[in-house]
């Protein structure tokens, strides 16, 4: 068990990161350019989230008559087609925007999975000790062994690539970052100090 110094340590450390996450957030709010690109990064977000949503246009229907319609403000343009249309004369614009909630989908839930799954192993490697810590570093020894290129090669190939296997992959890769401190080579007080400070 963790005694009482670890606990009061921890908590402390705990108290002296929100702080200073507090006087950066502080700061960054001062800046204007913080300021625009949050307005710009929740304007792409909104329209990633309601665009394929309101704008009544298949991304994926072909129009043979409006092949390489270019995009608006140009010459030939058309006021539906903002970005234009690609070789088969689907509009560039929606494709655009469901590319977008793709990347945003893939991003938000690997970290969250990531942290998740890691911080559980790390934390029952932590209480639990003994052999399972035993097991699971050298599970995560293993893992580490292995390029992400490698691994992203061998799930892609098995199974077919889609928004679910690239968060697999990227999940795989990173799981071993939340249960394992590469300035401790034990799994056992990473997780202590992850579940004093939950």
């Keep these: 068990m963790v005694d009482e110094y670890e606990i009061s340590a921890s908590a402390a450390t705990l108290s002296e990161q929100q ?6 957030l502080r700061l960054a709010w001062v800046s204007w350019e913080f300021r625009v690109g949050l307005v710009f990064f929740v304007m792409l977000f909104m329209l990633a989230v309601l665009g ?14 409006e092949r390489f319609i270019p995009p608006l403000l140009s010459e030939g343009s058309q006021l539906k087609h903002i970005f234009g249309t690609d070789q088969l ?18 991003g938000i839930v ?16 932590g209480f639990k000790g003994r052999w399972i810590d035993i097991v699971l570093m050298r599970i995560t020894d293993a893992q580490m062994s292995i390029p992400v290129v490698i691994l992203a090669i061998v799930i892609l190939g098995i199974s077919r690539p889609n928004v679910f296997s ?5 999940v795989l890769a990173g799981i071993i970052i ?21």
């Design 89 to 106: 004369g689907r509009d560039l614009f929606i494709r655009s925007l469901i590319g977008l909630r793709n990347a945003l989908l893939i």
């Design 178 to 198: 939340n249960a394992f401190d590469p300035e401790d080579t034990s799994l056992h007080h990473t997780a202590q100090r992850c579940a004093v400070n939950i």
């Design 52 to 65: 394929p949503i309101l704008i009544d246009i298949s991304p994926t229907k072909i129009h043979v008559s």
């Design 166 to 170: 690239i968060i697999a992959v990227l």
């Design 110 to 125: 690997s970290v969250i999975l990531m942290f998740a799954l890691g911080s559980l192993i790390g934390i029952l490697a």
């Design 19 to 24: 702080s200073h996450l507090g006087s950066i």
